[in-house]
């Protein structure tokens, strides 16, 4: 499994196409609630693979 999650400072393809407009903050927010996330399935798959290893 892969994640993959990047910045976009103008905006996503899916805000141009329907014409969302949000602040910087809202998407700096955004951003960064998707990089914890991501950091939280590292850390989870991370987990995982260490117990399988000693298993």
């Excluded at 976009?8 to 805000?15: D, I, K, V, Y």
């Excluded at 949000?22 to 700096?28: A, D, M, P």
């Amino acid at each position: 499994m892969l994640l993959v999650c990047e910045f976009m400072p103008t905006g996503s393809l899916e805000n141009h196409l329907f014409r969302r407009k949000y602040s910087l903050c809202e998407t700096i927010t955004a951003y960064l609630m998707q990089k914890r996330i991501h950091n939280m399935i590292c850390r989870f798959m991370g987990t995982q693979l260490l117990f399988l290893n000693h298993v």
